[in-house]
């Protein structure tokens, strides 16, 4: 079956203008998560939503990251008013299971804010 | 505060021989750990686990140990080979849904 995906893959955007990454998990998982890779580092927790809820919303950088989750499926995080920061792959990854289950990643979306 | 490091950046290994990545965690609490392979412009892709009940698990070519005491865990890969390049990322379960990473090993296999 097919795999986490993500789009889009390549995101540029000015500063100060709002973005919205999608990810679509495999089918079936009812457990989505959030990161993001800034340069040279590892994988930073953002969120993880259990259904539609997001029991864990502590790894979200500031107020203006926001994520949501509609029909236990599509999750969308949006990110206003971007800064350089910001700039990073933010991956997205499922599980079928909560813990210890295996996450899935998807391929990213590569953020860059000039 | 790194709670998982690898301290390695990189490795580089002949074809053959036997890769070791280290993996250092500093919370006690952590007690399911994984490890994922990262090939360049795709998501991470699960490898192997093992759960603080064990000291081994073993698939194939891959092998993880760990050391409880000494809050550190190893990936071992024998025979490397060239498809094996790629960046190696330890992770550890923090509480029930959050995976904290490492910063990532590079090994690269020479032929």
């Known amino acids: 079956g097919a795999g986490v995906s993500q789009s889009p893959s390549n995101k540029v955007t000015e500063k100060g203008k709002d973005v919205e990454l999608r990810c679509d998990p495999i089918s079936g998982h009812t457990a989505l998560y959030w990161y993001r890779q800034s340069l040279g580092q590892g994988l930073e927790f953002l969120i993880y939503f259990q259904g539609n809820s997001a029991p864990d919303k502590s790894g979200l950088p500031s107020d203006r990251f926001s994520a949501e989750r509609t029909g236990g499926s599509v999750s969308t995080l949006t990110i206003q008013r971007t800064q350089q920061e910001d700039s990073a792959v933010y991956l997205c990854?499922?599980?079928?299971?909560?813990?210890?289950?295996?996450?899935?990643f998807g391929p990213g979306t590569r953020l860059t804010v000039l | 505060d790194q709670q998982v490091k690898q301290n390695s950046p990189s490795l580089s290994v002949q074809e053959g021989r036997i890769s070791i990545l280290n993996c250092d965690y500093t919370?006690?609490?952590?007690?399911?750990f994984l490890w994922y392979k990262k090939y360049p412009a795709e998501g991470p892709t699960f490898l192997i686990s093992?759960?603080?009940?064990?000291d081994k698990n073993e698939d194939g070519r891959f092998t993880v140990f760990l050391n409880k005491s000494a809050k550190h865990l190893s990936l071992h890969i024998v025979p490397s080979q060239p498809g094996d390049s790629a960046v190696y990322f330890c992770?550890?379960?923090?509480?029930?849904?959050?995976?904290?990473f490492g910063q990532g090993t590079r090994l690269t296999i020479n032929p």
């Open positions: 093992i759960s603080s009940i064990k």
């Open positions: 990854a499922s599980s079928l299971e909560q813990f210890p289950d295996t996450q899935y």
């Open positions: 919370n006690s609490m952590f007690d399911y």
């Open positions: 992770a550890a379960y923090q509480g029930a849904q959050k995976l904290v």
